[in-house]
């Protein structure tokens, strides 16, 4: 099983320029989320997704937008991205009412 | 919306002595408690998990404790070893959305 797997790893985007992070999870978990961590600042959440054909905001949820394409697949998307954006982001999954949360390998975002 | 608070932020012990991290929640409604570990430049992983119902739980080296009526947990390592030193993070959360919150973790250095 290969879990929950985001991509990129890595990207550099100029300020303005709009991208997005894929995630995929293979576990047939419900609940999909998508974090960003700062340093000192711990895992804060940007989007949830509680099944397929809902999501909700989170903490952070100012200069982005998720699209849960299907149970598996959650996409995090910058429109216009900005330095504060530039952050390491964490697409995670669970199984709803089940046990914690499993989480991507993470990307590293730096917005010049 | 729940906050979780986490002590100390940075912690380093001797190998072999005891570790002991602090959680906090406000949200009386929270039920599920899970523990991540973090290493340099990877992803958390889920160690450790108590639900609302269970005071103690131990897994080996590791142990949480829960006391519902103050609203907090801990986390218990003993005989620590430097492969324990990474940043370990506190959660919270409710079955229902199952949304997880954060504290801002806890970097643990284990000194041979």
């Known amino acids: 099983n290969a879990g929950v797997t985001q991509t990129p790893k890595f990207q550099v985007l100029k300020t303005g320029q709009s991208m997005t992070l894929q995630c995929a999870q293979d576990?047939?978990?419900?609940?999909m989320y998508w974090y960003r961590q700062d340093p000192g600042m711990g895992l804060r959440l940007i989007y949830y997704?509680?099944?397929?054909?809902?999501?909700d905001k989170g903490e952070v949820p100012n200069g982005y937008n998720v699209s849960r394409l299907n149970k598996r697949e959650f996409s995090l998307r910058l429109e216009s991205a900005a330095p504060s954006q530039t952050s390491v982001y964490f697409c995670?999954?669970?199984?709803?009412?089940?046990?914690?949360?499993?989480f991507g390998q993470g990307t590293r975002l730096t917005v010049v | 919306g729940e906050n979780v608070e986490q002590h100390p932020s940075t912690l380093s012990v001797q190998e072999g002595d005891s570790a002991v991290i602090k959680c906090t929640y406000s949200?009386?409604?929270?039920?599920?408690f899970p523990w991540y570990k973090q290493e340099l430049g990877k992803r958390p992983q889920l160690i450790i998990d108590i639900r609302s119902n269970v005071g103690e739980k131990k897994d080996q080296r590791i142990a949480v404790t829960l006391n519902k009526t103050a609203k907090h947990f801990s986390l218990h390592i003993t005989e620590t070893q430097p492969e324990d030193s990474a940043v370990y993070f506190c959660?919270?959360?409710?079955?229902?959305?199952?949304?997880?919150?954060f504290g801002t973790g806890t970097s643990l250095t284990v000194i041979p």
């Open positions: 995670a999954s669970s199984d709803t009412g089940a046990g914690g949360a499993f």
């Open positions: 576990m047939n978990h419900n609940s």
């Open positions: 959660a919270a959360s409710w079955d229902t959305g199952n949304q997880f919150y």
């Open positions: 997704s509680a099944s397929e054909g809902t999501t």
């Open positions: 949200d009386s409604a929270s039920n599920y």
